[in-house]
């Protein structure tokens, strides 16, 4: 694959899954957040022309034909804000993806327990499974409690599940950051 389209690719990879996660925070994309998104990943491909260019003399020297090497987002972090009877903030919290914590401690006693992750999410006979441990696609099953009440919510990209319509808890992805990874 040429370099160009490589960088064509993953920058409308980059965008599209921006998009997705802006429309799962319950925010519309802006042109701003496109022309964000745009010069982040012009600024990262600035930063990585000396690797990619690497990369390149050494495929067409090993093999002019490879174009089976493929690139992903492998996400970094994510934040989270915690939302109270629709309207209170809580608070927010960071992941990181590839060391998370088992508690995030907010405002109020309000305390919230990763009770599982799922770094490569799918689901699986109707089951959540992680397909690796790469932060590919990663899903959460939280626990979040005060000193009155308790409630379990599913979170994924796109995804927002609470077990009865009377939670008083919401959790919604606000932000996130990746880094480019080889798919295997």
Not at 61 to 72: A, P, Y
């Amino acid at each position: 694959m040429k370099p160009l389209t490589y960088k064509l690719i993953v920058g409308t990879s980059i965008l599209c899954i921006s998009l997705v996660l802006l429309s799962s925070c319950g925010k519309e994309a802006t042109s701003s957040d496109i022309e964000n998104d745009k010069n982040s990943t012009a600024t990262e491909e600035e930063d990585n022309n000396v690797t990619n260019k690497e990369e390149s003399d050494h495929d067409n020297e090993t093999e002019d034909n490879d174009e089976s090497v493929e690139s992903i987002p492998e996400f970094e972090t994510m934040t989270f804000e915690v939302v109270k009877n629709e309207e209170d903030n809580v608070g927010t919290f960071e992941v990181q993806l590839r060391k998370p914590n088992e508690e995030y401690i907010l405002e109020d006693g309000v305390v919230v327990e990763m009770t599982q992750y799922f770094p490569d999410f799918y689901l699986d006979d109707g089951e959540p499974e992680s397909e690796s441990n790469y932060p590919f696609n990663p899903a959460f099953v939280f626990k979040i409690h005060d000193q009155e009440h308790e409630e379990i919510i599913f979170i994924a990209i796109g995804k927002n599940v609470k077990p009865n319509e009377d939670a008083i808890y919401d959790i919604q992805i606000v932000d996130y950051t990746y880094k480019e990874r080889k798919k295997f």
